[in-house]
């Protein structure tokens, strides 16, 4: 039976980002378990702060605006995002499986390590501030709670956090 690898993230992964997580462990055959929480509700002052730390002035002014989210919209969102990071894995010829968590991941993240002998935990990611200042952000709490290795990929970019 082959190793687990659980793969939370709350944006597609897609080819360079796929390439670079199959890349850690290249020639060994493992499964993938994604996790996409369906984000229902959102911290307006940590959105507005995570835009304007990377001088997107635009998308702070747009989360503004935007208020809390449709939890309908919400959950086909994550849905989209599932759906296509599946199909990124598979299409790199890799065993891939998911599904959806609630706001808060880390409950759902913890029971999918117990319950797939999970040996690592990927988290794909943006950029987030506050949350990453201050280790709030979902990996750096996962690496408290899980007691395996975790790594924290921002999506898009080559930098780890």
């Known amino acids: 039976m ?3 690898i659980i793969l939370l993230t709350e944006e597609p992964v897609q080819r360079t980002d796929a390439e670079r997580v199959l890349a850690l ?9 994604v996790l996409v929480p369906a984000d229902t509700e959102r911290n307006v002052l940590a959105e507005v702060v995570d835009r304007l730390s990377l001088f997107h002035l635009r998308e702070a002014l747009d989360a503004v ?15 989209a995002v599932l759906e296509a990071t599946v ?21 759902a993240l913890a029971a999918a390590v117990t319950a797939h002998g999970a040996r690592e935990v990927v988290v794909v990611t943006r950029p987030r501030a506050l949350e990453d ?3 709030r952000d979902w990996a750096s709490r996962a690496r408290e709670e899980l007691g395996v290795p975790v790594l924290h990929v921002y999506g898009g970019t080559a930098f780890l956090g």
């Open 2 to 4: 082959a190793d687990t």
């Open 25 to 33: 462990h290249e020639g060994e055959e493992l499964t993938y378990r």
């Open 65 to 79: 605006r935007a208020g809390d989210p449709d939890p309908e919209a919400a959950r086909a969102q994550a849905s």
């Open 87 to 107: 199909a990124s894995l598979r299409g790199h010829g890799r065993s891939a499986e998911g599904e959806l968590t609630g706001d808060d991941p880390l409950p």
């Open 133 to 135: 200042t201050f280790h």
